[in-house]
């Protein structure tokens, strides 16, 4: 069973930086593109910023410049670097992998909380 774990999300000021981190686990061949959503309450979630395993990225524009995502194949997880936090960043964020085991599947973290005071 596949499995994705989260971690480091909190609490932070406004123009602060929080780091996620998203680490695969369990038994599958391969990963192909993984992301970062996000959904704050009365929305819907939204895609953040994606990577290929190519390390081909894309961008929500309210995050272009501020948001970096990166991935380290070797340890089968990806991160999302915040600079520059603002209030309307506030959402939970959802790590999500495309995964091969006996064919390519789409994943989900469980999720982790990213406040951002004003």
């Known amino acids: 069973q596949v499995q994705l774990v989260e971690s480091g999300g909190g609490l932070v000021q406004a123009g602060g930086s929080l780091r996620l981190s998203c680490t695969v686990s369990?038994?599958?061949?391969?990963?192909?593109?993984m992301g970062w959503y996000r959904q704050a309450p009365g929305n819907q979630r939204e895609l953040v910023a994606s990577?290929?395993?190519?390390?081909?990225?894309n961008y929500a524009d309210s995050v272009k410049g501020r948001f970096t995502i990166s991935r380290d194949n070797a340890k089968s997880t990806v991160y999302l670097q915040m600079n520059s936090l603002k209030p309307e960043d506030t959402a939970v964020y959802y790590c999500?992998?495309?995964?091969?085991?006996?064919?390519?599947?789409?994943?989900w973290g469980q999720g982790t909380q990213v406040t951002v005071s004003s």
């Open positions: 369990g038994r599958f061949f391969s990963i192909n593109a």
């Open positions: 999500n992998a495309n995964v091969n085991y006996r064919y390519f599947e789409s994943y």
């Open positions: 990577i290929s395993n190519g390390d081909m990225t």
